[in-house]
């Protein structure tokens, strides 16, 4: 037997579990040196873009033109995980070569778009537009992820300190609940399956019709 929750319920443990993260979020940031740097970061990468993108879906954003570049840029996988190296990752240590606090805020901006197109292909969702299957996505998640985190310790054992744990840490709890995300989503679409359609695939329903 199975026990559907219902809506009120689902969006209470929604909830919860986002302010759950938060307190973990600065939790970890305030935890380790330059907490101002990394929890400035990890509340544009992995609070305010996912949040863009699902405020997005419910108020049907994606049917403006202004926004119709991401709709197409979700279905570019790699390109994707390559601004996500780049614009979240490596900008962050070149940019921080530039005097001043100029080459940060640079890195802000970077990262906010770079950000909005990396959680793109896993969370947008609109009429027009399929989503990839969850195998690629589930793909791309799994590249992104090990390039955050390699890149992370990488970096960590170059310089012999861990400047940037909080943003690391941040991001792979974002990333645990995303998975767990996809994970749920792609178990609701298997339980939907058109168990008829399935069968006329395997045996002929004419057949059975005249048996």
């Known amino acids: 037997m199975k026990y559907h929750f219902p809506l009120r319920s689902q969006k209470l443990v929604w909830i919860i579990g986002f302010a759950s993260f938060l307190i973990v979020l600065f939790t970890l940031n305030l935890l380790t040196p330059d907490s101002a740097v990394n929890l400035t970061r990890s509340l544009v990468a992995f609070g305010a873009a996912p949040l863009f993108i699902l405020y997005a879906n419910q108020n049907h954003l994606w049917f403006r033109k202004s926004f119709r570049w991401l709709v197409s840029s979700s279905h570019l996988l790699l390109s994707s995980a390559f601004i996500f190296f780049f614009g979240v990752i490596v900008s962050f240590e070149v940019l921080s070569m530039i005097p001043s606090r100029y080459g940060f805020f640079l890195h802000l901006f970077l990262l906010a778009v770079s950000s909005v197109i990396y959680w793109a292909p896993l969370l947008l969702s609109c009429p027009f537009h399929k989503s990839k299957p969850f ?52 178990s609701k679409l298997e339980s939907h399956t058109d168990r008829p359609t399935v069968k006329g695939y395997v045996h002929s329903l004419t057949e059975e019709k005249k048996s």
Not at 160 to 179: E, W, Y
């Open 135 to 186: 195998m690629s996505r589930f793909a791309y998640f799994t590249l992104t992820t090990l390039l955050f985190f390699i890149y992370h310790e990488a970096a960590f054992y170059y310089y012999g300190s861990r400047p940037s744990a909080g943003f690391m840490n941040t991001g792979l709890a974002a990333m645990l609940i995303t998975l767990f995300y996809i994970i749920t989503q792609w």
